[in-house]
């Protein structure tokens, strides 16, 4: 009992984890009591117990388990943060309840699940539950099948994913158990109730028994679907409706169900089958076989491939050719059918991935319909029916089309039948008008058809499209057929039933079916009859067609029918009639007038007439009778023309104000067209037929005008029509015109004899090409040149214009929502008129021309015969100019070449595709996925100028074909699974630049977004950035909560990573492009559906139908209502002023802005509010084209629009000023957008605009300034140079028009960014502005500025360090020390690293200083005088910038004079640029005639010079162009002039800035030499050599020159030094006569280099090309050796050179070496050359500059990971003490010798360690250094304690590597000596087995002569020194036979000699006993060797 109440004090958590079960068991009951009685969700009492909840389900007592399953679930149930516990607590669940005997666990259990399924985390409980069903236990996998079973059966198939479910399925039907199989049954008998049949093919391979038995249960099942009856927390809505319903007992819940009944695809449930590897491996032979059953047994095999009912994605091109070739070709009818069930099997298989393959096989099967045998019909119908299901109807209507004319009644038949089939599977979204027309016009020719069968079949397919998309959609097309046909249509639309039960559009409006058709019948009779008010005489004609159009008339307002009935069925009127009519409403005397002879009475009866018109009611007015009466004699004849204008514009009063039809215009339209051309009357008839195109319509009016004007001869009249017409065009718009039937008109125009028909003409087409852009033209292509020349001219004139916003309208509507109906209907007419403009082309068919040659020419394997191929397609397509769709095999063959590996060949492949695409139009479409998905692989090639013409045919493909079919389907998606970095940045940008114009995508891009996820992490950098920048396009189609949704899928690191991102983008997410007024108008309308529309919104008249049928004709691009207001650039406009001075209004604007009565400009990203407000406040002051242009959605209108502002920039001063407010806050918006070309081009107008500000002496208010200030400095921090360099000009010139005082608080918030660059750049100007201005310019006070910008010392980023430091330095050099007090207190770190700056920069910083206050004082106009600072002692950020500044003339790759062009266009540009010297005027033309005809020459290149080069420089480059020339000659001559200008001092500043140019020059004619020259018989060898001694002369004359040779830049001393060291092992030289001339030549020429060339740029260049040679591992060994010479060379000059050396980027450059050779896997090469070298380098460097040398690794990004860092610290560890504080090398041998004294202790540990490292074999030569240093240093140091204990040989080789260093230090030996113990002698050899025997001779020599064998005097040994004289002073290639190498080892071995006998006399003086020993003499010492060697033997015999 103790024991209890210990327990029981606990608190309830700690109960819960106790040890004792009881005090468990009550923890659990008091947590279930707390958790039901806690009432808020989100108490933090719940996260007591979020660790615990595991520990409750998993408890070891059973009692204690059952109390805390009931707890767990009560948590669950409530707790808000349950969520987070799902994978541990089910997983508990599943191991440790579910295999628990007690029934009550197992339900609870089960609820618990069941829970969290209703808490949104159904995923987490199904992946645990099928992970239970692999465990052994078969408890636990019968209770996790029965929990899956009753959450299906409790929250349905939506809710838990069955695929998953129904993939296990089977295997559980296989189990031992029975009750699991029991179980597995009942599981299955659930899914079939939500998915039905979807279940069956999954199920398919079980026990027969099992799923008979199933079978049976299925059937007693329910047909009615099953209802969800349990929901989630976020459904309760749906739980509310759901309870409505079950007490309602509605019918709309069965649509419901069926709808989730339909949900389950059974193939999503499928796992894909590979079959392609499964093929038969002779299939393809066996196919062509002659003998059929062979060819039989392999289509066999694929048909039992291709019944698996998924199958995985692959390249199935070839295996569809040879099926199809089966049904095409092959006799046997049989293989037909069985080909055709093959690519049946494939379609269903491969669904959708299908489609690519779909356009080649459609027109083989419909023309194979031509055999009649039932199962071979049977079979093809099969197969279209399967492959129609994987693509689109509009992408096979070209195919079926075409076999509608077909002789063969079986065919149409055929085709009608897949036609009819097809529809049912159609949809009025899927069936659009432009679909629609031309397959009822192919069916209506079938229903004539004589074929009964063929009649039958169009009858068909009319009703069916009819029950489809509903009468009104098809009854315009049936208009020409008679009642008995459309009776009959109708009649097989009520037999057709659409799949799945789904209701026809017929009945959409209606929701009875029944009812729906019953409506139209009765309706029929009823407009027939009262057609008008028309006499019964005049039914004759009406009643044929207005019966059938005034069906829908009256049956709905359908469309455009409404105005086709009050125009078509006016009947045409006898005269008696009109009479009596227009009796009723005209005064007689009047009519009795009309004829009258006298003209007066005649024209008094006209105004009569007038006044009676204009008083008329307009409904009861009888048009046609009153234009009779106009038109009565003399009619149109009237000779008098007062009389004729009267009637004129009483023909217009008519038209404007009565119901105006064609029949009444059918009567004026003659007469007026008659007199159009005349003088005085011309005005009246255009009034006119202005009225009656708006009565009757433009188009028909245009019609009829054109036809009526050139049926005469009249000349005036014809070019008066076109006039009009061209007037009329902008005034209505082009919407509906007939553009084919204007065509051949305007031809015949433009060939007319009279000039002034032709100009009209010209006119007209002018108009014309406004709305129908570029493709116009190409229908005057075969015009003559002159005639073409003048219509080009026109053309050029309409160039950038935009068609004006129509004026007038039609007026035909009579009700609101007639005016929608027709609306929508003019839309569908302009939709389809702008975009059949490509369909108007002749089209010619090049499929005869695709020959099976020339597709097996361009798969040829030689590359010539493919491009043969390539070349004859392109020759066919250019032919022809414009093709068809049908282009035979051409595709595939193509498709090939895509990926080709000879990439000129793709290129030209690509080149083929963007001649397609123009060539074909929109019909490419068709073609998308077999060669348009291709293309896209094609982004993924490693050569950027491929990918770029893969770019730009994609893009001229996408433009004709919109995106739609790119976005469909998995394609896009495959590709982006491509792990191909450029792939992936090429992709993504690209959509980043579609999505946002998009206003609508299918829903198949959510495929994309794993992949788009994955990029996001992908680890290259410009991948991750594309994936940024699409991720917000991404998002503004699919929505963020599916994006977020699709999140869950990845791992938890990659998801929080993941979704921050889509936070960040759903902040800048775009909006949708605006929807045109009607929403369907969108099928790609080609370039007139770009331009032909304007918007309802911007024009102000009030008609409703205006606006509809305006916004109808809407742009069909996503730009919505801007884009028509940018249209009307009028002449008239565009002529006046851009900007409107309004007075006072900016003081108005900045009044309202402090009361706030206007939002304050000042926002983070601009929203829509502050968008529209400015626009508002711009609408006063601005042209309103300029507006439209401004806030147009295409970026390229603002650089159009900046472009004119530009130009009137100076002519609008005054005006520009009142608006600049307003002006720079629009630039402010354009900040923020992402396309550069806008961001340049408004930086240079801003450049401008403050020069012009400047120059009026005008100043920034504060106003403008805090609107415009902020955002310029958020772009100083753009990635792109570019921007940076002219954000930095305009802050320069931004502090003349506003106080630099004022502009430094801005400059500091922008160093808060959080932008490393932004906060660099600020930093940067910072410093300048204290430059230039003084300390004043700090603000608010300058102790407070400096502590800020101290703070960024400490910044983890160099840059910004970098930055703050010059900044403060720059304080520094204007106030002095004072500076420390003003920046406060800094750590230790940062400020040694300001006073080490401080330090390095107070030699430079007077003169600097100096001469920047010059700069300032001379020209205070340059833009970069103050903000171009950059110091050479400043530490940049990265290798590449301390590169260019540390030699800045070596890094222009441009030819200097075209450099020079470039900053004349920047001079240009901004004004007052740099008074820069012009070098043209200098005479340096006179330092060139002495070598403008060598002598030796022997073409003189130079005669022609001073007439073609105005300039030194340009003759330069031009003599340097010649060096790498192909022709010896020629390079030896220009090699020949540069080194004569090289030899005369004062002609080779001259050459200064064209060093690197003139390397690269001698470098490639070096690799030309090498790889052409040498190789090539036919060239004179001795000319190779003179060339060789040309270029060696030019380049020792070049390196003599120390200033010269200084501006080498590193790479191109890396590729010199390459190319030198590869001619001197190159053998094919040595072979030559005098090659080894060459060779010595290159040997003296590479000390040269070594010696001279810049010391920074020869390190870094050696380093890597050391890096290069070690790293490639064909490359020989000797390569490395050579270069690791040369830096032992290098090394060796380093005393000297250490001030000049750049030691930060030296440190970069052996870092990124160690990077690639770390310390182990340096020791691993053959060899410890390198090892040696690189310490030997790192030591030296230590040695010269001590501990600072740590200061110098600020290039290396991670230092703390850098192996050089630790390196270093070992190394100034170890030689710190030594060096001491040594300030100059001259100095080492008595600087500090008595100065200091070190005691003895220290002295022990230094000496004790310098030792131990002799004694390691890695430090040794580290060691002995570091021996001789000291005793240098202290030469009164004791050495004997420490070698006394050491054996001979040891004490032997100190000293001998003592003497060595010594020798080395007074340069008594060179290389050779330098090199470690262990390195060849050889340079070139490695293998020591290779060496002549030569060698090995002297080796000997040397043995014999060291022990005392041979007598050869120093003289002899010297013997050889006049040979070696010829030699160069130190010869790289010193080979083995050479006198040179002997020298060095005799030199050598005397040395060695002479430390012997010193040490003998050293060692006798400190031990006299063991002297005597020993004989100093070397016969001596071989006498004791011989002793010791025979007592040796003795003892071991």
């Known amino acids: 009992m103790a024991d209890d109440s210990e327990w029981m004090k606990l608190p309830v958590d700690q109960k819960c984890e106790h040890k004792v079960w009881k005090a468990r068991l009550n923890g659990y009951e008091e947590a279930l009591k707390l958790f039901q009685r806690i009432e808020d969700a989100k108490s933090p009492e719940w996260g007591k117990y979020l660790g615990l909840i595991k520990k409750f389900v998993t408890d070891s007592n059973a009692v204690a388990q059952l109390k805390g399953l009931e707890a767990a679930l009560a948590f669950v149930e409530n707790a808000h943060v349950a969520n987070r516990t799902t994978g541990e607590v089910v997983s508990g669940v599943v191991t440790k309840v579910f295999n628990q005997p007690k029934a009550r666990a197992k339900?609870?259990?089960?609820?618990?699940?069941?829970?969290?399924?209703?808490?949104?985390?159904?995923?987490?409980?199904?992946?645990?539950?099928?992970?239970?069903?692999?465990?052994?236990?078969?408890?636990?996998?019968?209770?996790?099948?029965?929990?899956?079973?009753?959450?299906?059966?409790?929250?349905?198939?939506?809710?838990?994913?069955?695929?998953?479910?129904?993939?296990?399925?089977?295997?559980?039907?296989?189990?031992?158990?029975?009750?699991?199989?029991?179980?597995?049954?009942?599981?299955?008998?659930?899914?079939?109730?939500?998915?039905?049949?979807?279940?069956?093919?999954?199920?398919?391979?079980?026990?027969?028994?099992?799923?008979?038995?199933?079978?049976?249960?299925?059937?007693?099942?329910?047909?009615?679907?099953?209802?969800?009856?349990?929901?989630?927390?976020?459904?309760?809505?749906?739980?509310?409706?759901?309870?409505?319903?079950?007490?309602?007992?509605?019918?709309?819940?069965?649509?419901?169900?069926?709808?989730?009944?339909?949900?389950?695809?059974?193939?999503?449930?499928?796992?894909?089958?590979?079959?392609?590897?499964?093929?038969?491996?002779?299939?393809?032979?066996?196919?062509?076989?002659?003998?059929?059953?062979?060819?039989?047994?392999?289509?066999?095999?694929?048909?039992?491939?291709?019944?698996?009912?998924?199958?995985?994605?692959?390249?199935?091109?070839?295996?569809?050719?040879?099926?199809?070739?089966?049904?095409?070709?092959?006799?046997?009818?049989?293989?037909?059918?069985?080909?055709?069930?093959?690519?049946?099997?494939?379609?269903?298989?491969?669904?959708?991935?299908?489609?690519?393959?779909?356009?080649?096989?459609?027109?083989?099967?419909?023309?194979?319909?031509?055999?009649?045998?039932?199962?071979?019909?049977q079979a093809l119908q099969e197969a279209i029916d399967a492959i129609f299901l994987t693509t689109t109807l509009q992408n096979l209507s070209e195919d079926i089309l075409a076999v509608m004319d077909n002789k063969n009644p079986s065919i149409k038949q055929q085709a009608s039948l897949f036609l009819a089939r097809s529809f049912r599977h159609c949809s009025q979204a899927t069936l659009p008008k432009s679909v629609l027309k031309p397959f009822c016009a192919a069916l209506i020719k079938q229903v004539n058809d004589s074929a009964p069968e063929v009649r039958d079949a169009a009858f068909e397919a009319l009703g069916t499209v009819m029950k489809v998309v509903g009468e009104k959609a098809v009854n315009p097309f049936l208009a020409d057929l008679d009642k008995l046909k459309l009776d009959k249509i109708k009649e097989s639309a009520d037999k057709v039933e659409l799949p799945g039960g789904k209701k026809g559009a017929g009945g959409a409006p209606v929701e009875k079916k029944p009812a729906a058709k019953a409506a139209p019948p009765p309706e029929a009779p009823k407009t027939s009859a009262p057609t008008k008010k028309a006499s019964g005489a005049a039914a004759s004609k009406p009643s044929a067609g207005p019966p059938k159009k005034g069906k829908p008339a009256s049956g709905g307002k359908a469309k455009k029918v409404a105005s086709d009935v009050k125009e078509v069925t006016e009947a045409e009127l006898s005269d008696g009639v009109c009479e009596e009519l227009a009796a009723g409403v005209l005064p007689e005397n009047c009519l009795q007038a009309l004829d009258s002879a006298n003209w007066k009475e005649r024209l008094a009866s006209m105004e009569e007439f007038q006044k009676a018109v204009e008083t008329m009611d307009t409904v009861t007015m009888p048009c046609q009778a009153l234009v009779r009466m106009l038109a009565k004699k003399p009619g149109w004849k009237e000779t008098n023309f007062q009389v004729m204008q009267m009637k004129l514009h009483i023909v217009a009063l008519v038209a404007q104000r009565g119901q105006f039809s064609k029949t009444s215009a059918s009567v004026v339209l003659e007469g007026l067209v008659d007199k159009v051309g005349d003088v005085k009357c011309g005005g009246n008839a255009k009034e006119g037929l202005t009225a009656i195109g708006e009565a009757c319509s433009l188009p028909w009016t245009a019609e009829q005008l054109v036809s009526l004007a050139f049926a005469q001869k009249n000349p005036k009249n014809q070019a008066e029509a076109l006039n009009w017409l061209a007037n009329a065009m902008k005034e209505f718009g082009f919407t509906g015109i007939n553009v084919k039937a204007f065509i051949n008109n305007v031809k015949t125009a433009l060939g007319a004899t009279n000039p002034g028909v032709r100009t009209a003409a010209i006119t007209l087409l002018g108009v014309m090409y406004l709305y129908m852009g570029a493709p116009l033209r190409m229908f005057f292509e075969d015009e003559k040149p002159a005639l073409l020349a003048q219509i080009d001219a026109e053309f050029e004139k309409m160039q950038g214009q935009s068609p004006p916003a129509p004026i007038r309208f039609n007026r035909k509507s009579a009700s609101a929502e007639d005016e929608v109906d027709e609306g929508e209907e003019q839309d569908e007419d302009g939709g389809g008129g702008g975009q059949d403009i490509m369909d108007l082309l002749p089209r010619s068919d090049i499929s005869d021309k695709i020959t099976s040659d020339l597709v097996s020419k361009i798969g040829d394997k030689n590359w010539k015969i493919r491009k043969e191929g390539l070349d004859e397609a392109a020759a066919i397509i250019s032919e022809a100019k414009f093709i068809k769709p049908t282009i035979g095999e051409l595709p595939f063959a193509l498709k090939g070449r895509l990926a080709d590996s000879n990439k000129i060949l793709v290129q030209q492949t690509l080149s083929i595709l963007q001649q397609l695409a123009t060539a074909m139009g929109p019909g490419i479409k068709q073609h998308v996925k077999s060669l348009g998905i291709p293309i896209i692989t094609v982004l993924g090639d490693s050569k950027a100028n491929v990918r770029s013409a893969a770019l730009t045919t994609l893009q001229a493909w996408v433009d004709q074909t919109g995106m739609k079919d790119w976005l469909e389907g998995e394609d896009l998606s495959e590709e982006l699974k491509r792990e191909n970095p450029f792939l992936r940045q090429e992709v993504l940008g690209w959509l980043a630049e579609k999505l946002p114009a998009l206003r609508t995508v299918p829903g198949d891009l959510m495929l994309c977004v794993p992949q788009l996820y994955t990029c996001l992490e992908d680890r290259n950098g410009d991948v991750r950035k594309k994936a940024q920048d699409a991720l917000p396009t991404f998002m503004m189609h699919l929505g963020y909560d599916k994006m977020n949704k699709a999140t869950g899928k990845l791992k938890p690191a990659s998801k929080d990573q993941v979704v921050a991102m889509l936070e960040k983008a759903r902040a800048v997410m775009p909006a949708k492009p605006a929807a045109p007024a009607k929403a369907g108008g969108g099928k790609g309308s080609a370039d007139l559906g770009g331009t032909a529309s304007a918007s309802a919104e911007e024009h102000p008249d009030g008609k409703p139908e205006v606006k509809k049928i305006r916004g109808g004709a809407a742009a069909k691009k996503g730009p919505g209502t801007k884009k028509p207001a940018a249209k009307g650039l009028k002449e008239e406009d565009k002529s006046g002023p851009i900007f409107i001075f309004v007075p006072n209004a900016k003081e108005q604007r900045i009044k309202e802005e402090k009361q706030l009565k206007i939002l304050k400009w000042n926002f983070i990203t601009p929203r829509d509010e502050y968008?529209?407000?400015?626009?508002?406040?711009?609408?006063?002051?601005?042209?309103?084209?300029?507006?439209?242009?401004?806030?147009?959605?295409?970026?390229?209108?603002?650089?159009?629009?900046?472009?004119?502002?530009?130009?009137?920039?100076?002519?609008?001063?005054?005006?520009?000023?009142?608006?600049?407010?307003?002006?720079?806050?629009?630039?402010?918006?354009?900040?923020?957008?992402?396309?550069?070309?806008?961001?340049?081009?408004?930086?240079?107008?801003?450049?401008?605009?403050?020069?012009?500000?400047?120059?009026?002496?005008?100043?920034?208010?504060?106003?403008?300034?805090?609107?415009?200030?902020?955002?310029?400095?958020?772009?100083?921090?753009?990635?792109?140079?570019?921007?940076?360099?002219?954000?930095?000009?305009?802050?320069?010139?931004?502090?003349?028009?506003?106080?630099?005082?004022?502009?430094?608080?801005?400059?500091?918030?922008?160093?808060?960014?959080?932008?490393?660059?932004?906060?660099?750049?600020?930093?940067?100007?910072?410093?300048?502005?204290?430059?230039?201005?003084?300390?004043?310019?700090?603000?608010?006070?300058?102790?407070?500025?400096?502590?800020?910008?101290?703070?960024?010392?400490?910044?983890?980023?160099?840059?910004?360090?970098?930055?703050?430091?010059?900044?403060?330095?720059?304080?520094?050099?204007?106030?002095?020390?004072?500076?420390?007090?003003?920046?406060?207190?800094?750590?230790?770190?940062?400020?040694?690293?300001?006073?080490?700056?401080?330090?390095r920069s107070a030699k430079k910083a007077p003169v600097k200083q100096s001469a920047s206050e010059k700069t300032q004082r001379e020209h205070p106009a340059n833009p970069n005088a103050t903000f171009s600072r950059k110091p050479a002692q400043e530490d940049p950020n990265k290798l590449n910038q301390s590169r260019q500044q540390h030699n800045e003339p070596s890094h222009n790759p441009i030819p200097k004079e075209f450099k020079l062009d470039l900053e004349k266009i920047e001079e240009d540009m901004i004004r007052d640029e740099y008074k820069m010297p012009d070098l043209i005027e200098h005479n340096l033309d006179e330092l060139l005639e002495p070598i403008i005809i060598p002598k030796f020459m022997s073409r003189n290149l130079s005669l022609h010079f001073d007439d073609v080069h105005n300039s030194t420089a340009s003759t330069i480059n031009y003599v340097i162009s010649q060096v790498a020339s192909g022709d010896i000659n020629t390079s030896i001559q220009a090699l020949a002039q540069i080194d004569e200008v090289l030899r005369q001092e004062d002609k080779a500043d001259a050459m200064s800035g064209h060093i690197d140019q003139l390397l690269i020059a001698t470098i490639m004619q070096l690799r030309l030499i090498n790889s052409t020259h040498l190789a090539d018989d036919r060239v004179d060898k001795k000319d190779v050599i003179k060339l060789y001694s040309c270029i060696m002369g030019s380049l020792l004359s070049l390196f003599s020159m120390e200033s010269l040779a200084r501006e080498a830049s590193m790479g191109i001393l890396k590729d010199l030094m390459h190319g030198l060291i590869m001619l001197m092992l190159d053998s094919r030289v040595e072979d030559i006569e005098e090659g080894t001339q060459v060779i010595r030549s290159v040997n003296l020429l590479v000390i040269r280099v070594l010696e001279k060339s810049d010391p920074t740029n020869l390190i870094s260049a050696l380093l890597v090309l050391l890096q290069d040679s070690l790293v490639s591992s064909a490359g020989s060994h000797t390569i490395s050796d050579l270069v690791m010479k040369c830096l032992w060379r290098v090394i060796r000059f380093l005393p000297e050179t250490i001030h000049n050396i750049n030691l930060d980027r030296?440190?970069?450059?052996?870092?990124?070496?160690?990077?690639?050779?770390?310390?182990?896997?340096?020791?691993?090469?053959?060899?410890?050359?390198?090892?040696?070298?690189?310490?030997?380098?790192?030591?030296?460097?230590?040695?010269?500059?001590?501990?600072?040398?740590?200061?110098?690794?600020?290039?290396?990004?991670?230092?703390?990971?850098?192996?050089?860092?630790?390196?270093?610290?070992?190394?100034?560890?170890?030689?710190?003490?030594?060096?001491?504080?040594?300030?100059?090398?001259?100095?080492?041998?008595?600087?500090?010798?008595?100065?200091?004294?070190?005691?003895?202790?220290?002295?022990?540990?230094?000496?004790?360690?310098?030792?131990?490292?002799?004694?390691?074999?890695?430090?040794?030569?580290?060691?002995?250094?570091?021996?001789?240093?000291?005793?240098?240093?202290?030469?009164?140091?004791?050495?004997?304690?420490?070698?006394?204990?050491?054996?001979?040989?040891?004490?032997?080789?100190?000293?001998?590597?003592?003497?060595?260093?010594?020798?080395?230090?007074?340069?008594?030996?060179?290389?050779?000596?330098?090199?470690?113990?262990?390195?060849?002698?050889?340079?070139?050899?490695?293998?020591?087995?290779?060496?002549?025997?030569?060698?090995?001779?002297?080796?000997?020599?040397?043995?014999?002569?060291?022990?005392?064998?041979?007598?050869?005097?120093?003289?002899?040994?010297?013997?050889?020194?006049?040979?070696?004289?010829?030699?160069?002073?130190?010869?790289?290639?010193?080979?083995?036979?050479?006198?040179?190498?002997?020298?060095?080892?005799?030199?050598?071995?005397?040395?060695?000699?002479?430390?012997?006998?010193?040490?003998?006399?050293?060692?006798?003086?400190?031990?006299?006993?063991?002297?005597?020993t020993r004989s100093a003499s070397p016969a001596g010492d071989l006498d004791d060797l011989k002793k010791r060697l025979e007592r040796i033997k003795s003892k071991l015999q």
Not at 244 to 252: A, M, P
Not at 305 to 329: F, I
Not at 342 to 367: D, H, M, N, W
Not at 1197 to 1213: D, F, N, Q, Y
């Open 107 to 377: 339900e609870l259990g089960m609820d618990i699940c069941l829970m969290y399924i209703e808490i949104e985390k159904a995923e987490v409980v199904q992946e645990e539950l099928l992970k239970g069903l692999d465990n052994k236990n078969p408890k636990i996998v019968v209770a996790c099948l029965e929990t899956l079973r009753k959450a299906l059966g409790e929250f349905g198939s939506k809710i838990v994913t069955l695929k998953p479910v129904v993939k296990i399925l089977p295997k559980q039907f296989e189990s031992r158990e029975k009750a699991v199989r029991d179980e597995a049954r009942l599981l299955a008998v659930e899914i079939y109730k939500w998915i039905r049949d979807a279940l069956r093919p999954s199920l398919q391979n079980i026990n027969s028994v099992q799923l008979k038995e199933l079978e049976e249960e299925w059937v007693k099942l329910p047909s009615t679907p099953p209802k969800q009856s349990r929901f989630l927390r976020s459904q309760q809505d749906l739980k509310a409706k759901f309870e409505q319903q079950q007490v309602q007992g509605g019918e709309h819940s069965d649509d419901d169900e069926e709808e989730a009944a339909v949900a389950v695809d059974p193939y999503e449930l499928l796992e894909p089958v590979e079959i392609l590897s499964k093929m038969p491996k002779d299939f393809y032979d066996k196919i062509e076989a002659k003998k059929w059953q062979e060819r039989k047994e392999a289509l066999e095999a694929i048909e039992t491939l291709t019944k698996n009912p998924k199958l995985e994605n692959g390249d199935y091109g070839d295996l569809v050719r040879a099926l199809k070739k089966v049904v095409g070709k092959d006799a046997n009818v049989m293989l037909v059918s069985l080909a055709a069930k093959c690519l049946a099997g494939l379609a269903t298989g491969l669904r959708k991935k299908f489609g690519t393959y779909s356009g080649q096989v459609v027109p083989t099967i419909l023309e194979k319909f031509k055999e009649k045998k039932p199962q071979v019909v």
């Open 1171 to 1399: 968008v529209e407000q400015l626009k508002t406040q711009m609408s006063t002051c601005l042209a309103k084209w300029l507006q439209d242009e401004l806030y147009h959605l295409d970026f390229q209108r603002h650089v159009k629009a900046i472009g004119v502002m530009i130009e009137r920039l100076e002519s609008e001063r005054e005006a520009t000023i009142g608006c600049l407010d307003l002006i720079l806050k629009w630039f402010t918006l354009r900040f923020f957008d992402t396309n550069t070309t806008v961001l340049m081009k408004a930086l240079e107008y801003l450049k401008l605009l403050f020069i012009m500000l400047n120059d009026e002496n005008y100043h920034l208010t504060e106003y403008e300034a805090n609107s415009f200030i902020p955002y310029l400095i958020l772009k100083v921090g753009e990635s792109k140079d570019g921007v940076r360099k002219d954000v930095r000009a305009i802050l320069t010139m931004l502090c003349k028009v506003y106080p630099a005082s004022k502009v430094f608080p801005f400059l500091m918030e922008g160093t808060k960014s959080k932008n490393s660059k932004q906060r660099a750049e600020c930093l940067e100007e910072l410093g300048c502005l204290i430059e230039g201005y003084g300390m004043n310019v700090c603000q608010p006070t300058p102790a407070k500025s400096l502590k800020e910008i101290a703070v960024h010392i400490g910044d983890r980023d160099t840059s910004v360090r970098n930055a703050a430091l010059n900044t403060v330095v720059a304080v520094y050099n204007v106030c002095g020390d004072q500076v420390y007090k003003l920046i406060g207190n800094l750590s230790e770190k940062e400020m040694s690293m300001l006073e080490e700056r401080i330090k």
């Open 1706 to 1972: 030296i440190l970069l450059d052996i870092h990124n070496f160690m990077k690639v050779f770390p310390k182990e896997k340096l020791k691993q090469l053959k060899g410890d050359l390198p090892h040696r070298t690189l310490k030997t380098l790192l030591h030296s460097l230590c040695k010269l500059t001590g501990a600072k040398i740590l200061d110098h690794l600020s290039m290396i990004e991670n230092r703390n990971e850098s192996e050089l860092e630790a390196h270093l610290r070992r190394v100034v560890k170890h030689t710190g003490n030594l060096s001491g504080m040594k300030s100059d090398r001259g100095n080492e041998k008595s600087g500090l010798r008595t100065e200091e004294r070190m005691s003895k202790a220290k002295v022990s540990d230094i000496l004790t360690e310098i030792f131990k490292k002799i004694g390691s074999k890695e430090n040794t030569k580290e060691g002995l250094t570091e021996l001789y240093e000291y005793k240098l240093k202290y030469s009164d140091a004791d050495l004997e304690p420490f070698l006394k204990n050491t054996t001979q040989v040891f004490q032997n080789y100190v000293e001998r590597g003592l003497r060595m260093i010594e020798s080395e230090r007074e340069g008594k030996v060179y290389i050779q000596t330098v090199m470690p113990q262990n390195s060849c002698d050889s340079v070139l050899s490695s293998n020591e087995e290779m060496k002549p025997a030569s060698y090995y001779y002297e080796r000997l020599q040397i043995l014999k002569r060291r022990c005392g064998l041979e007598n050869t005097s120093i003289a002899g040994l010297n013997s050889g020194d006049g040979e070696s004289q010829q030699q160069p002073t130190i010869s790289l290639m010193s080979k083995p036979a050479v006198v040179s190498s002997t020298d060095m080892l005799h030199s050598k071995l005397s040395q060695l000699k002479e430390s012997r006998e010193q040490y003998q006399q050293e060692r006798s003086a400190l031990s006299p006993t063991r002297a005597n």
